[in-house]
């Protein structure tokens, strides 16, 4: 069976419009086929539930339906205004804000598309008042958007966590600090442009009302406490702490915040059922795409090509390496597809170089959220371009010099295990 030709075959169906799912399923077929084999076409359906039937995937819901519901509910908003309280009155406060924003919205949904509409909606709009270059507030809302998946809780490491048996919660502590520092790259490249650009000062009106702000903050902070502290703790699982906000989150906006309504309720749902039921389609796909390639000894021959270039001696090396393919496939496929059908194969070469599971789920995670960004494939591009009516142009043109910084910071944290897996043992995890 020729790889190239199914990659080939892939790219295609891609660029035809069939549904990454059906594209994915196609391949498998198409291998079998190639093969000639009619008998393992019983397998491409046990591959495809089996990629679906995890326990530990069962979390994936309650985190979007708990962001979701967050969303309509005006915690959100309550959020924002908090982060407009921290650092809004700086010269480029937005810029800040939205970064801000993004760090603790990270701490709820754990997706970066849910992040990117929810910040788009409420800060371009904003930013583009007061002055901002509508690209440049566009490509910065789109990069926040991106540390959802790194801090805790986060869709991407749930699903790694599936596929290598890894602790959740061991992912999710290992998580912060670069989340943190991504955050803070950010930061530093707002605070360029704000003096290059002569980004406005805000008013700092939120300071006359910083008692009001922070009482009304609370409501919206206690979710991702309710989240992060029970996992790192262990006092519930990353299941049972996603459906304690999804409840908690349904009780504010019902009888505190008062905005959610039946129908607002509805299209949580709805919104969850079709996330989720998207996500765990192309796992099983990708599964049964993953299990034609292991029977065919695609993951031995490409261990052997590494072996024999002497990479699965180099950590370093060997992750440059896998990051440098993730930044390729990412330009072109979904991000959950390229996560599903990379880890198998990468994970055990990781493992044969000496690299700590954790701080490898890390890399692979930051690896396929870039990809959220990069053109032409990246969806958090087209998400604020639609919902902050901003031409997908001018988001494409801005997003660049966020790219190359998340790049920094993924060479930093290969560079520096430290970084990921100091907190995991400082909690015991």
Avoid at 93 to 122: F, M, R
Avoid at 271 to 283: A, D, G, K, Q
Avoid at 296 to 318: C, H, K, Y
Wanted: aromatic fraction near 10%; charge should be neutral; charged fraction near 10%.
């Amino acid at each position: 069976m020729s790889l190239i030709f199914l990659l080939l075959f892939f790219f295609f169906l891609m660029l035809i419009g069939l549904p990454l799912y059906l594209s994915l399923l196609s391949v498998a077929f198409a291998g079998i086929a190639v093969l000639g084999d009619a008998s393992l076409l019983r397998v491409v359906s046990q591959q495809l539930f089996g990629g679906m039937d995890s326990f530990t995937l069962m979390a994936i819901p309650f985190f979007v339906l708990a962001g979701s519901l967050m969303n309509r509910s005006g915690l959100t908003d309550k959020l924002i205004d908090f982060s407009k309280l921290l650092v809004g009155s700086m010269r480029g406060g937005l810029g800040y804000v939205n970064i801000v924003a993004g760090i603790i919205l990270a701490g709820v949904n754990g997706s970066a598309a849910a992040d990117a509409s929810a910040l788009s909606s409420i800060l371009i709009p904003a930013m583009k008042k007061e002055g901002y270059n509508q690209g440049y507030a566009a490509g910065l809302t789109a990069a926040s958007s991106l540390i959802g998946p790194i801090i805790p809780p986060s869709i991407f490491m749930i699903i790694y966590a599936s596929m290598t048996n890894t602790s959740i919660g061991g992912l999710f502590a290992a998580g912060i600090v670069p989340g943190l520092i991504l955050g803070l790259s950010y930061a530093v490249m707002n605070y360029f442009y704000s003096f290059r650009y002569g980004a406005p000062i805000s008013s700092g009106e939120e300071r006359s009302q910083a008692k009001k702000i922070l009482i009304q903050s609370i409501s919206g902070l206690l979710a991702p406490i309710i989240i992060i502290g029970g996992i790192v703790t262990g006092i519930v699982t990353p299941t049972e702490s996603g459906a304690l906000a999804a409840a908690y989150c349904l009780l504010v906006g019902l009888f505190y915040t008062k905005k959610l309504d039946k129908r607002g309720i509805f299209e949580a749902l709805y919104e969850t059922v079709r996330t989720t039921s998207s996500i765990f389609l192309i796992m099983g796909a990708a599964q049964a795409v993953g299990w034609l390639l292991k029977w065919e000894r695609i993951p031995q021959q490409f261990a052997g090509l590494l072996a024999e270039a002497g990479l699965t001696s180099s950590p370093v090396l060997l992750m440059l390496t896998f990051s440098a393919i993730i930044f390729v496939m990412g330009c072109f496929m979904e991000e959950v597809a390229t996560l599903t059908l990379l880890t198998p194969i990468f994970y055990p070469l990781a493992l044969q170089a000496g690299i700590d599971p954790l701080h490898f789920g890390i890399v692979m995670t930051l690896n396929v959220t870039i990809a959220l960004v990069t053109p032409p494939m990246g969806a958090c591009n087209y998400i604020v371009s639609a919902v902050g009516k901003v031409p997908l142009s001018e988001v494409l043109k801005f997003i660049w010099p966020f790219i190359v910084v998340s790049l920094v910071v993924l060479t930093l944290i290969i560079l520096l295990p430290g970084l990921t897996i100091y907190v995991p043992k400082l909690l015991g995890l």
